[in-house]
């Protein structure tokens, strides 16, 4: 089965950076989509990001603002997600999805991001 592994969580500082990966346990050639959500306590989960395709199609979140650029990492199954000017309202877990084929759908076990003010 398909697993996701992500990893560039952590502390920043409010205006900070940080990147998050996600990548495949294997290559999934009918890849549909990969993207990144995140839960805020309290909250539903909520799209941050995602792209399909080669980044042709790229959906953001309105509370992103062009903060933040979603990219697949060159031909492998892999996605990143690059946040710039953090805020203490993003600190939440994200997690990594992935789509393929018909229904195949799976999430990574999510990653931390804390934002402090």
């Known amino acids: 089965q398909v697993r996701l592994v992500e990893s560039g969580g952590g502390l920043v500082d409010a205006g900070g950076s940080l990147n998050l990966s996600c990548t495949a346990s294997e290559t999934i050639p009918s890849l549909i989509e990969m993207a990144w959500y995140r839960q805020i306590p309290g909250k539903e989960r909520e799209l941050v990001a995602s792209v399909r395709g080669r980044d042709v199609y790229k959906n953001y979140g309105d509370f992103v603002k062009g903060r933040f650029t979603i990219s697949r990492d060159g031909d492998k199954t892999a996605v990143i997600l690059e946040m710039k000017s953090l805020e203490p309202e993003d600190t939440a877990v994200y997690y990594c999805?992935?789509?393929?084929?018909?229904?195949?759908?799976?999430w990574g076990p999510g990653t931390q991001v804390t934002v402090a003010s």
């Open positions: 999805r992935a789509r393929w084929g018909m229904r195949g759908l799976t």
